[in-house]
């Protein structure tokens, strides 16, 4: 039954893309989300096995294609594309006609009856959309959006002494601005030689078969495990920012035009900068303190931090210098986590907060 939700869903997802692509190269405009939900009954007589699946979950598959184009409008970037079986990561929703029992650890779903699960936490609120998926390994999760009525955390003010610099790097993940530094675990790097051996037995197994499914779902296991290791890292290290700190100073970064240099591109995408910084942010958010950006284009690195001299001819290969104005040696890197936050500083200074 949940595959039958993912087929149906994927299905309605295709066929409302496709009109709306019809209908905008027949006539310039495109057709609505309301007009798509209209035309589902007849498309439900024409296709009758639609019918045993939750009719609220068809209409969320048009909801989030809806979702994609507003995202494509807004961001310039991502069109809608068709959705194909073979993506290992198949999910559908369910807004509202659901029920969890917490005593028999059960889940009642609309079309498919009452599911065991292993449940997280429990909860208070109001429950909103529930959302069923599967990932490559083959588990499935339920993911229940709450809301539980609770005010946001008002903004702690913030002054220079309770203000961390972080830079982001690669030897080190990152450096503060009081001089830590903190090692990165390159999960990706640990397991390479594994993940070159199972990728190779995945490309010698005839397609179709078994054996290629076996292979694919080791491949699919160790990129879970390597997933699993990096949110873990990331997550403890920033609630430990968040915790120790009233405001931190991020800069940022281009990673997509840093992803085009084919030496670093690997290091890059293994360190995953920007899910480390949106978890900065949320948690930030939720206890009321400040993510501090600056922009991708100020010279923290090349700053002297105490005098203020700029050094031009620095390399990516000077990992440390002294200052011919003032004397002092700086580490490249923590001197880019102090001038981070002194940039950060100033400019919440000048706009006035």
């Known amino acids: 039954m949940f595959f039958q939700h993912f087929g149906a869903c994927r299905f309605i997802y295709n066929w409302g893309?496709?009109?709306k692509l019809r209908t905008y190269k027949s006539n310039g405009e495109s057709i609505s989300r309301f007009v798509l939900?209209?035309?589902?009954p007849d498309l439900k007589s024409e296709h009758t096995w639609l019918?045993?699946?939750n009719s609220?979950?068809?209409q969320g598959a048009i909801l989030n294609l809806e979702n994609a184009f507003t995202r494509f409008f807004r961001e310039k970037k991502g069109f809608p594309n068709f959705k194909s079986r073979k993506n290992p990561v198949q999910s559908f929703s369910v807004p509202q006609g659901y029920k969890v029992d917490f005593e028999i650890q059960k889940i009642r779903l609309p079309k498919i009856g009452w599911v065991k699960i292993k449940l997280h936490r429990r909860y208070n609120g109001i429950e909103k959309t529930a959302t069923v998926s599967v990932t490559p390994t083959g588990k499935f999760f339920i993911s229940i959006?709450?809301?539980d009525g609770q005010k946001q955390t008002p903004t702690q003010h913030f002054s220079e002494n309770t203000t961390v610099g972080v830079d982001l790097g690669i030897k080190d993940f990152a450096i503060l601005s009081n001089g830590e530094m903190i090692d990165n675990p390159r999960n990706l790097k640990k397991s390479i030689s594994q993940m070159k051996v199972l990728q190779r037995r995945l490309s010698r197994k005839q397609?179709?078969?078994k054996n290629r499914n076996k292979a694919k779902k080791a491949v699919a296991k160790l990129h879970e495990k390597i997933h699993n290791q990096r949110n873990d890292f990331q997550h403890k290290l920033s609630f430990r920012l968040v915790c120790e700190n009233q405001a931190i100073a991020v800069e940022t970064l281009n990673v997509e035009g840093m992803l085009k240099n084919h030496k670093l591109a690997q290091h890059i995408a293994d360190a995953s900068w920007s899910s480390f910084v949106t978890k900065l942010e949320y948690k930030a958010q939720r206890q009321g303190k400040t993510v501090?950006?600056?922009?991708?284009?100020?010279?923290s690195t090349k700053i002297c931090s105490e005098c203020g001299y700029y050094n031009q001819d620095l390399t990516l290969a000077n990992r440390d210098w002294i200052c011919p104005d003032c004397g002092i040696h700086h580490d490249r890197d923590i001197n880019a986590a102090i001038n981070i936050r002194k940039f950060a500083l100033d400019r919440q200074n000048l706009i006035g907060i």
């Open 17 to 19: 893309l496709g009109n």
């Open 37 to 40: 939900n209209k035309m589902l």
């Open 56 to 58: 609220q979950s068809l």
């Open 292 to 299: 501090l950006r600056i922009g991708q284009f100020e010279p």
């Open 145 to 147: 959006l709450i809301d």
């Open 207 to 209: 397609k179709g078969s």
């Open 51 to 53: 019918n045993d699946i």
